[in-house]
Structures are given as C-alpha cells and as structure tokens.
C-alpha cells in the first residue's frame, strides 16, 4: 500500500503538536508500523483551512488530484482539522476519494475513514473542526476589539514602522543600507511625505523611493512600490497617532505620531490639488487604434494611451506608470500606427495561393469523405465518456481531458467546401485591408486591429511581433514565409515591419 502525507500548519499554529516536523514524524512511525510504503510528503505551510476556496491552498489541491489519479492508496493526516475546517470541503473530497477508492486515515483520532462508522464519525469531526475555526475567529476579533479599547493598533505595521518592546508601534530605525548608504524605514517614510507635500503626484513619490531602494513591508511583501500602495500610505491616519475602531472611525491611538499634523495637512492639501488640477487630455477616455491589443515586451504588462504636452497620443507602459521597474520607453501612438501601416501594405498572399488552397482541400476531402459517418461516430463516444466518468471508471481529470480532445476533434469536422469559401472571402478581405487602415479613424482602425490581431508587442519605439488571429494565422504565415524570401534577397529589413510572428 502507497501511503502518502498531506501535513499543513497556519501561521498561527506554530507550536508543539502541530508543527509540520511533528506531522511528519508520526506519519513516519504509522507507516512503519503497518507496513506501508511511502509515496509522497504534501507539505503546506502558512495556510489555512478555513478557507472553501482549495486554489487558496495549492498543495492540498494537488494531494487530493493525485489522489483522484490512484497515485497512491492511502492519504494520511495527523489530525482532521489539518485536512480542512470547513465541513463541506471536508465531505465533498472525501466523497471523491471514496469514490477513486482511495482510504484516509486520521493519526490522532485513530480512525479509518473508508468504514461506514467512520464516514459517520468524520461529519461529527468535520462539524467540530469548523465549530472550532468559527470560535477561533469570534475571540481573535474580541482580542482585537480589546486592543482597539486600548489604544493599540491589530494587524501587521505599515511601512516604517516596528513594534516596541512594550508592543507600541514606533518609528522604525533599524539601520539597512541602500545603493551603498546606510539608512531606515523610517527616513522612507519621511521623504514620501515631503515628496508629496511638495507637490509630487503619487506616481512620482513612488518612483522617488524606488530610486533610493526602498520596499514595501506588511502585507505588501518586500516589493517596489506602485502609485496605488503609495495612495495608501499617504492617506493612513495612523501615522499621525490615530487607529481605525473597525467600524470606520478613528480614535487616538496609544502610539506617537510618525509625522507631525502641519506636514499630513500639507500631503491632503497637495494631493486635492493634483485631483483638481487640470488635465492635458480629455476627462473621457478615448480609444486608440491599439487600445487593449498592445503590450509591453519587458515586462509583458499592457501598454495605455496617454496624451502629451502638445495633444498628440502617447503610448506609456502601464506597469511603469504605476512606478514598477520597467524599461519601456513612451513613443508616440503614431510611431506604432506607421509601423503597423507598412506591415499591412507588405502584406502579400501569393498568386499561386488559390492552386494551394484548393489541393489542401482536395486533401482534407479524402480524409472526411463521410463527415457525418464520423460526426455520429464522436457523439457516441462522448455519450460513453459521461457513462464512464458517472460509474466511476474514470477520474474527473481524465475524462474532462478525453472530452475536450473529443470536442476538438468533432468541431474540426466542418465540411471541406464550406472552409474553402470563407477563406476565399478572408483573402479578398486582406487584401483591401492596408487601405482600410489609412481611411479609417481611430476608433474604427481599433475594431479592424482587433480583427486582425490578438496581440501587439512592442519595445520601445518598435513593433517586433505579432500574433493574427487564428483563423487568419494561414495567410499571415503565408505573407511571412514570403517577405523571408525577400528579405534574404533584399537586405536590410524594410523599416517598420514586425520582424516577428507568433
């Protein structure tokens, strides 16, 4: 019998008895002692079971679908709030590993959970599991609401604050060295607010500490800051000694302001400003010829059209924008527009096209001769494929997996003649399509690209790639094959055409 492990620990549950060594060490002894073999270890740390969203908990996802798989006999828990503490998840996946025969054994409740008696003992668990998350989180929120009465702040400490030794939040002063010079949190801190009292919009103080090397902290994680964690901070009443009273109010806090009142009432007042200010583009959003097809090649995020000093439009890096570390340089929207121009008026479908389409078709004729023989014939193997996965005889993976190659398989089979048509009337379309582009306005240049393509990559001030839609992939791969044979005769490339299909 292949046994396997599937151990779990909260972030709050690191004590003796529950710590993943301890899981391990008992499952260890268990298996000895029966004689089983092992297969797997599922180890999880830092999460919870409360939760009955399982993509939450990406480990207890694969143990139970490598378990649906009979990859191994029998999964094995210390205890069977480790498996879940809801009790829906925990009856609905023991139900599926019933069902793929797969057995569960809890160590501390010595219980084997494929008996009846035990599938009976396991709803009485399963309901005093979740009794005991449900009474956990009442009293961890009358602990905070203590606090809160208190004056203490609940949660992880924003950035540029650590925890006294009297559990006071303060000024965080622990020495770190940035681009080669020693500073704190607290001093980052202290220039987002100058920086925005100044005048600066979000963006640009999340661009000034990123320059100097400074990262997140709490729940943001260790990253660089954007203009929206940047709106956060600047807004967080508790840097000036006040604390949220879960309700949406605010009270006086038992730790000391991090800034003083004048320069928080500077940041509000500078900020409305820029709120107020008016903009260099029209308050509602247009769109461009490339809105929602175009992306950025460095950090494959998406490109969004902004207007410059002088009205024209101009294409920003998104990522960027939010002051992430990114590359991509801003180009004019019309740099790209050329560029995409010139692409489709290289755009060739060769004059023995129409001799090749048609031999392809002769091809595919032969191959489906009867396609409504082979049509009957897929229908019939869906029917037996659901008939399968209801008795048992397939796992749930499986048979999704044989039902979509099935599908695809079955929706292939559109009559050859039929194909051949509507690629005749894709060509003449593509054909016409360069001068269409050159008559047609912004927003009807956007519909005709998103006819055409499904993605624009861009670096810098270059279109390189491309990726058609694919029911035009053919003729796209048709025009490339051809402008390769150019290229390799006529060197070098034409400027402004992608030097690149996917």
């Known amino acids: 019998m292949k046994a396997a492990l599937y151990a779990r620990v909260s972030t709050e549950e690191q004590v003796e008895g529950y710590s993943i060594d301890a899981q391990r060490r008992a499952f260890e002894t268990l298996v000895e002692g029966r004689g089983w073999t092992i297969y797997r270890e599922y180890l999880e740390e830092g999460k919870s079971a409360r939760t009955e969203n399982i993509n939450k908990r990406p480990v207890f996802k694969e143990a139970i679908a490598d378990g649906l798989d009979r990859k191994y006999d029998i999964l094995v828990v210390h205890k069977v709030d480790r498996f879940s503490r809801k009790l829906r998840i925990t009856l609905e996946y023991f139900d599926k590993l019933g069902k793929a025969e797969v057995g569960f054994v809890s160590i501390i409740e010595q219980m084997d959970f494929s008996t009846p008696w035990g599938k009976f003992t396991l709803s009485m668990l399963g309901g005093l599991a979740e009794l005991y998350s449900d009474n956990l989180s009442q009293e961890t929120k009358k602990g905070w609401h203590e606090r809160r009465a208190q004056g203490l702040y609940c949660g992880l400490l924003p950035f540029g604050a650590m925890k006294g030794e009297d559990g006071v939040p303060m000024p965080d002063t622990r020495e770190i ?5 020693k500073t704190c949190n607290y001093e980052g801190l202290q220039l987002a607010f100058q920086t925005a009292a100044n005048g600066e919009s979000d963006k640009e103080v999340a661009q000034a500490l990123n320059a100097t090397g400074y990262r997140t902290a709490g729940n943001q994680g260790n990253r660089p800051f954007s203009k929206d964690t940047v709106r956060g901070m600047l807004q967080n009443p508790f840097y000036i000694g006040q604390l949220s009273d879960g309700n949406g109010q605010w009270l006086k806090a038992k730790h000391q302001p991090f800034i003083s009142e004048e320069l928080w009432n500077q940041v509000q007042e500078a900020r409305e400003r820029n709120r107020r200010a008016p903009r260099n583009h029209p308050g509602k959003a247009t769109i461009s010829s490339l809105t929602g097809i175009i992306y950025c090649w460095y950090c494959k995020g998406r490109i969004h059209v902004g207007t410059s000093h002088n009205g024209k439009r101009r294409m920003l890096c998104y990522n960027r924008s939010k002051g992430w570390d990114c590359p991509q340089k801003s180009a004019l929207l019309e740099v790209y527009e050329y560029q995409i121009e010139h692409y489709l008026e290289t755009f060739h479908i060769p004059e023995d096209y129409q001799a090749r389409i048609l031999e392809a078709h002769k091809k595919l004729q032969a191959a489906y ?9 897929l229908k019939a193997q869906l029917a037996r494929l659901k008939k399968l996965f209801t008795w048992g005889d397939l796992s749930e993976k499986q048979y999704l997996a044989e039902k979509g190659n099935t599908l695809e398989r079955l929706r292939a089979l559109t009559p050859p003649e039929t194909k051949s048509r509507a690629l005749e009337r894709l060509a003449e379309f593509l054909k016409n399509v360069a001068t269409a582009w050159k008559e047609a306005n912004q927003e009807q240049r956007n519909k005709l690209a998103r006819q055409l393509f499904d993605e624009i990559w861009v670096k810098d001030k270059q279109v390189i790639a491309v990726k058609p839609r694919p029911e035009l992939k053919p003729f796209f791969q048709l025009s490339y094959e051809e402008w390769l044979k ?14 690149s299909l996917f």
């Open 177 to 181: 060295y940035l681009n080669s010079r």
């Open 369 to 377: 001769d009867d396609t409504e023989k082979e049509q009957a014939r």
């Open 486 to 499: 150019k290229f390799e005769l006529e060197n070098p490339t034409p400027p402004g055409v992608a030097t």
